[in-house]
């Protein structure tokens, strides 16, 4: 039986109108959601689905009255506990969602943050098309606030194609994993200030020795904007342990976020991340003008050090031996779309059941729930970008680089992560596609190794570390 039979056939801040059926009142992912300036919406109910998509359905006065009330993570068809064929998820679905702005939203930036819906999704806000995002396993967000109306109702409409599309990695070819349909991972509505916080960058220095941190604070201007001040403050639970600062000067308005770089030295009392002492910290930023905090965000990460050198794999200094098992996000009956606490639950089996110490993301960047329950309970990962075997044209690669940057920047302040895989599983070289991966993925994150699983040996080396899947008896030396 080949592994895609075997797959088939066998099991394995806080803010919101209370207005029923339209609310947006449910409780922030985020930590800092009540942050000032900033509000994060939780869209997770009161999501209305037909698996019979209609162009009809993009209006916003169409009658949506016969759609089932559902709740994301939803998957676009349930399907039995094994003996199904692939073909029963793979259609065109329509997702539709009404919802009201609360007051504060006025005269600030609306967007919508979408965790993973596979395979491509097409929005519109109100009849008007934002566009169409091509990939099941990154995230994406769109600008609703040329569109949205900040006194009425509005409606949200999401096109899912569940199909396997040889435009859109992984597919073109055969993959040995099912991928499932619908909008599977969580959705938020993100209300910012025209100029705020894009992302931030944590980057612990010399963590054995005189312990220091570079934070990047990623701040996009939407208009032009006067000189600003970031503070940052680094945390240990509810403790400050240091703070930092940094001017902002005059900005133009920019499609892109700039870098604004924050230096913590010479920290003392630093209790390091390792397999049994899961330490993690907090930097915390704002963002000001004058006396006012514009925005407010912050992101968990570890102190630690990870390599893997000519004597093995480090970790803090040690040479560790790894111990792992690949992880698909695949669940009985809904597919891929599982809550948080079942994420996080296969994070626990591996590393307490099974006593895994290190696991691979096959063959996707996974839910954010699996990689923060690996920072809190010491399981290591090797996170890699989606694909099976086939590269496409150039199109196709542009979309996997893509990929790569959207892994990265998502999950980058995970201590857990200590490999990014920039190949696609087990295909063949190509030298200007992996080129260009593992530029990116230097370029963007400079603290890690990268890899790329192959199976076979005689391959071109453009990682840091080479991966292999080794099928052969006997096993090939290291």
């Given at each position: 039986?080949?592994?895609?039979?075997?797959?088939?056939?066998?099991?394995?801040?806080?803010?919101?109108?209370?207005?029923?059926?339209?609310?947006?009142?449910?409780?922030?992912?985020?930590?800092?959601?009540?942050?000032?300036?900033?509000?994060?919406?939780?869209?997770?109910?009161?999501?209305?689905?037909?698996?019979?998509?209609?162009?009809?359905?993009?209006?916003?006065?169409?009658?949506?009255?016969?759609?089932?009330?559902?709740?994301?993570?939803?998957?676009?068809?349930?399907?039995?506990?094994?003996?199904?064929?692939?073909?029963?998820?793979?259609?065109?679905?329509?997702?539709?969602?009404?919802?009201?702005?609360?007051?504060?939203?006025?005269?600030?930036?609306?967007?919508?943050?979408?965790?993973?819906?596979?395979?491509?999704?097409?929005?519109?806000?109100?009849?008007?098309?934002?566009?169409?995002?091509?990939?099941?396993?990154?995230?994406?967000?769109?600008?609703?606030?040329?569109?949205?109306?900040?006194?009425?109702?509005?409606?949200?409409?999401?096109?899912?194609?569940?199909?396997?599309?040889?435009?859109?990695?992984?597919?073109?070819?055969?993959i040995d994993y099912l991928t499932f349909g619908g909008i599977y991972r969580e959705v938020s509505l993100r209300i910012v200030p025209s100029s705020f916080i894009e992302n931030i960058f944590v980057r612990p220095k010399n963590v054995l020795t005189t312990p220091g941190l570079d934070v990047d604070c990623f701040v996009q201007h939407l208009q032009t904007s006067g000189p600003l001040m970031l503070e940052a403050e680094?945390?240990?639970?509810?403790?400050?342990?240091?703070?930092?600062?940094?001017?902002?000067?005059?900005?133009?308005?920019?499609?892109?976020?700039?870098?604004?770089?924050?230096?913590?030295?010479?920290?003392?009392?630093?209790?390091?991340?390792?397999?049994?002492?899961?330490?993690?910290?907090?930097?915390?930023?704002?963002?000001?003008?004058?006396?006012?905090?514009?925005?407010?965000?912050?992101?968990?990460?570890?102190?630690?050090?990870?390599?893997?050198?000519?004597?093995?794999?480090?970790l803090n200094g040690k040479v560790i031996k790894l111990r792992g098992l690949d992880r698909h996000q695949t669940f009985p009956y809904v597919g891929q779309a599982m809550p948080g606490r079942a994420q996080r639950r296969d994070a626990e089996i591996l590393r307490n059941k099974l006593k895994c110490n290190i696991v691979r993301t096959s063959h996707y960047p996974q839910s954010r729930h699996f990689l923060d329950a690996?920072?809190?309970?010491?399981?290591?990962?090797?996170?890699?970008?989606?694909?099976?075997?086939?590269?496409?044209?150039?199109?196709?690669?542009?979309?996997?680089?893509?990929?790569?940057?959207?892994?990265?920047?998502?999950?980058?302040?995970?201590?857990?992560?200590?490999?990014?895989?920039?190949?696609?599983?087990?295909?063949?070289?190509?030298?200007?596609?992996?080129?260009?991966?593992?530029?990116?993925?230097?370029?963007?994150?400079?603290?890690?190794?990268?890899?790329?699983?192959?199976?076979?040996?005689?391959?071109?080396?453009?990682?840091?570390?080479?991966?292999?899947?080794?099928?052969?008896?006997?096993?090939?030396?290291?």
């Amino acid at each position: 039986m080949d592994r895609r039979n075997f797959i088939r056939t066998t099991g394995t801040v806080i803010a919101g109108a209370s207005l029923a059926g339209h609310a947006l009142a449910e409780n922030s992912a985020n930590s800092d959601a009540a942050a000032p300036g900033r509000l994060v919406l939780p869209m997770n109910r009161n999501w209305l689905y037909s698996p019979k998509f209609t162009e009809a359905a993009q209006a916003k006065e169409f009658d949506d009255s016969g759609f089932e009330r559902v709740v994301i993570p939803h998957t676009n068809v349930r399907l039995p506990w094994h003996g199904f064929d692939e073909k029963r998820y793979e259609f065109v679905s329509i997702y539709r969602r009404h919802f009201k702005l609360p007051a504060e939203a006025r005269g600030k930036r609306v967007f919508v943050d979408f965790e993973g819906v596979m395979t491509s999704s097409t929005v519109w806000l109100n009849g008007e098309r934002l566009g169409e995002y091509k990939g099941g396993y990154t995230p994406f967000s769109f600008d609703l606030t040329p569109h949205v109306n900040f006194d009425g109702e509005n409606v949200m409409a999401v096109a899912v194609d569940s199909t396997e599309r040889p435009d859109i990695p992984p597919f073109g070819y055969e993959i040995d994993y099912l991928t499932f349909g619908g909008i599977y991972r969580e959705v938020s509505l993100r209300i910012v200030p025209s100029s705020f916080i894009e992302n931030i960058f944590v980057r612990p220095k010399n963590v054995l020795t005189t312990p220091g941190l570079d934070v990047d604070c990623f701040v996009q201007h939407l208009q032009t904007s006067g000189p600003l001040m970031l503070e940052a403050e680094l945390l240990d639970g509810d403790r400050v342990v240091a703070k930092a600062s940094q001017a902002v000067p005059k900005s133009a308005p920019s499609a892109e976020p700039v870098a604004h770089p924050l230096q913590f030295s010479a920290l003392s009392g630093v209790k390091l991340w390792d397999f049994d002492q899961r330490n993690l910290y907090s930097v915390r930023v704002r963002l000001i003008r004058g006396s006012q905090a514009l925005d407010e965000d912050s992101r968990r990460f570890g102190f630690r050090e990870a390599q893997f050198t000519d004597q093995g794999f480090e970790l803090n200094g040690k040479v560790i031996k790894l111990r792992g098992l690949d992880r698909h996000q695949t669940f009985p009956y809904v597919g891929q779309a599982m809550p948080g606490r079942a994420q996080r639950r296969d994070a626990e089996i591996l590393r307490n059941k099974l006593k895994c110490n290190i696991v691979r993301t096959s063959h996707y960047p996974q839910s954010r729930h699996f990689l923060d329950a690996c920072d809190e309970i010491g399981l290591l990962v090797l996170e890699e970008i989606p694909g099976w075997q086939h590269i496409g044209d150039k199109a196709w690669q542009d979309i996997s680089v893509d990929n790569v940057s959207r892994m990265i920047r998502r999950d980058w302040n995970h201590p857990s992560i200590v490999l990014w895989g920039v190949r696609i599983n087990e295909s063949r070289d190509n030298h200007d596609f992996y080129t260009r991966t593992n530029a990116l993925a230097h370029q963007l994150d400079p603290t890690r190794q990268t890899g790329g699983i192959r199976y076979f040996q005689e391959s071109e080396f453009l990682e840091d570390v080479f991966t292999m899947n080794d099928f052969g008896f006997p096993l090939k030396p290291p």
